[in-house]
Protein backbone atom coordinates (compact mmCIF):
# COMPACT_ATOMS: atom_id res chain seq x y z
CA UNK A 1 0.00 0.00 0.00
CA UNK A 2 1.13 3.54 -0.44
CA UNK A 3 1.01 6.38 2.27
CA UNK A 4 0.67 10.01 1.13
CA UNK A 5 1.43 13.40 2.78
CA UNK A 6 0.61 16.89 2.03
CA UNK A 7 2.54 19.53 2.34
CA UNK A 8 2.42 23.33 1.49
CA UNK A 9 -1.00 24.67 2.53
CA UNK A 10 -1.43 28.12 3.92
CA UNK A 11 -3.11 31.32 4.45
CA UNK A 12 -2.49 33.52 1.74
CA UNK A 13 -4.97 36.59 0.20
CA UNK A 14 -7.29 36.28 -2.90
CA UNK A 15 -5.11 36.26 -6.03
CA UNK A 16 -1.94 34.28 -4.69
CA UNK A 17 -0.89 31.60 -5.50
CA UNK A 18 0.27 28.18 -3.66
CA UNK A 19 1.73 25.04 -5.02
CA UNK A 20 0.89 21.64 -2.97
CA UNK A 21 2.96 18.46 -2.30
CA UNK A 22 2.02 15.09 -1.96
CA UNK A 23 5.16 12.88 -0.78
CA UNK A 24 3.70 8.87 -1.74
CA UNK A 25 6.03 6.03 -0.05
CA UNK A 26 5.38 2.83 0.78
CA UNK A 27 4.93 1.34 -3.08
CA UNK A 28 5.83 2.38 -6.31
CA UNK A 29 4.24 5.54 -7.43
CA UNK A 30 3.71 5.08 -10.85
CA UNK A 31 1.47 2.45 -10.38
CA UNK A 32 -1.29 4.99 -9.18
CA UNK A 33 -3.47 7.54 -10.82
CA UNK A 34 -3.82 10.51 -8.33
CA UNK A 35 -6.10 12.95 -7.40
CA UNK A 36 -6.75 16.05 -5.27
CA UNK A 37 -9.78 16.81 -3.34
CA UNK A 38 -11.01 18.95 -1.24
CA UNK A 39 -13.55 19.75 1.33
CA UNK A 40 -14.86 23.01 2.67
CA UNK A 41 -16.49 23.35 6.08
CA UNK A 42 -20.20 22.24 6.37
CA UNK A 43 -19.65 21.02 2.70
CA UNK A 44 -19.31 17.60 1.21
CA UNK A 45 -15.38 16.42 -0.12
CA UNK A 46 -15.25 17.17 -3.48
CA UNK A 47 -13.34 16.80 -6.62
CA UNK A 48 -10.09 18.93 -7.65
CA UNK A 49 -7.74 17.42 -10.22
CA UNK A 50 -6.30 13.94 -11.02
CA UNK A 51 -3.20 12.60 -13.13
CA UNK A 52 -2.96 9.40 -14.73
CA UNK A 53 0.09 7.05 -13.84
CA UNK A 54 2.03 8.63 -16.86
CA UNK A 55 0.85 12.08 -16.23
CA UNK A 56 -0.10 12.00 -20.30
CA UNK A 57 -3.80 12.29 -18.80
CA UNK A 58 -5.40 15.39 -16.53
CA UNK A 59 -8.78 16.29 -15.64
CA UNK A 60 -10.03 19.13 -13.35
CA UNK A 61 -12.96 20.42 -11.42
CA UNK A 62 -14.38 23.26 -13.39
CA UNK A 63 -14.37 25.28 -10.58
CA UNK A 64 -10.28 25.26 -11.21
CA UNK A 65 -10.36 24.99 -14.79
CA UNK A 66 -7.83 27.12 -16.00
CA UNK A 67 -6.24 28.14 -12.36
CA UNK A 68 -5.20 25.01 -11.08
CA UNK A 69 -2.99 22.73 -12.95
CA UNK A 70 -2.02 19.13 -11.25
CA UNK A 71 1.15 17.28 -11.94
CA UNK A 72 3.76 14.43 -11.09
CA UNK A 73 7.17 13.58 -10.94
CA UNK A 74 7.41 9.90 -10.94
CA UNK A 75 11.57 9.92 -10.00
CA UNK A 76 10.41 11.98 -7.12
CA UNK A 77 7.69 10.27 -5.78
CA UNK A 78 5.70 13.65 -5.70
CA UNK A 79 2.60 15.05 -7.01
CA UNK A 80 1.78 18.29 -7.05
CA UNK A 81 -1.14 21.01 -7.49
CA UNK A 82 -0.56 24.11 -8.45
CA UNK A 83 -2.98 27.09 -7.51
CA UNK A 84 -3.51 29.89 -9.01
CA UNK A 85 -6.06 33.43 -8.52
CA UNK A 86 -6.79 31.74 -5.68
CA UNK A 87 -10.49 32.86 -4.32
CA UNK A 88 -12.36 32.73 -0.66
CA UNK A 89 -14.29 29.91 -2.35
CA UNK A 90 -11.02 27.78 -2.20
CA UNK A 91 -10.60 27.62 1.43
CA UNK A 92 -10.94 23.96 2.26
CA UNK A 93 -8.61 21.19 3.62
CA UNK A 94 -6.80 19.54 0.40
CA UNK A 95 -6.60 16.24 0.41
CA UNK A 96 -4.21 13.99 -2.45
CA UNK A 97 -5.58 10.66 -3.10
CA UNK A 98 -3.86 7.00 -4.94
CA UNK A 99 -5.85 4.91 -7.40
CA UNK A 100 -4.15 1.90 -7.99
CA UNK A 101 -4.78 1.90 -11.67
CA UNK A 102 -3.74 -0.67 -14.58
CA UNK A 103 -4.88 1.55 -16.78
CA UNK A 104 -2.21 3.84 -18.04
CA UNK A 105 -4.52 6.80 -18.99
CA UNK A 106 -6.69 7.07 -16.61
CA UNK A 107 -7.54 9.93 -14.23
CA UNK A 108 -11.20 9.91 -12.55
CA UNK A 109 -12.98 12.39 -10.64
CA UNK A 110 -14.62 9.83 -8.39
CA UNK A 111 -14.05 9.56 -4.77
CA UNK A 112 -14.94 5.94 -4.57
CA UNK A 113 -12.45 5.15 -7.14
CA UNK A 114 -9.45 6.12 -4.58
CA UNK A 115 -8.16 3.29 -2.61
CA UNK A 116 -5.46 5.64 -0.52
CA UNK A 117 -5.76 9.51 1.14
CA UNK A 118 -3.41 11.74 2.92
CA UNK A 119 -4.32 13.61 6.22
CA UNK A 120 -4.93 16.81 4.33
CA UNK A 121 -3.44 19.93 4.33
CA UNK A 122 -5.44 23.34 5.00
CA UNK A 123 -5.70 26.07 2.31
CA UNK A 124 -7.47 29.64 3.49
CA UNK A 125 -7.90 32.90 0.79
CA UNK A 126 -8.62 35.53 2.37
CA UNK A 127 -10.35 38.62 0.99
Known amino acids: QVQLVESGGGLVQAGDSLRLSCAAS????????MGWFRQAPGKEREFVAA????????NYADSVKGRFAISRDNAKNTLYLQMNSLKPEDTAVYYCAADRQILSFYAGAQSNHYDYWGQGTQVTVSL
Open 51 to 58: ISRTGVTT
Open 26 to 33: GDTFSRYA
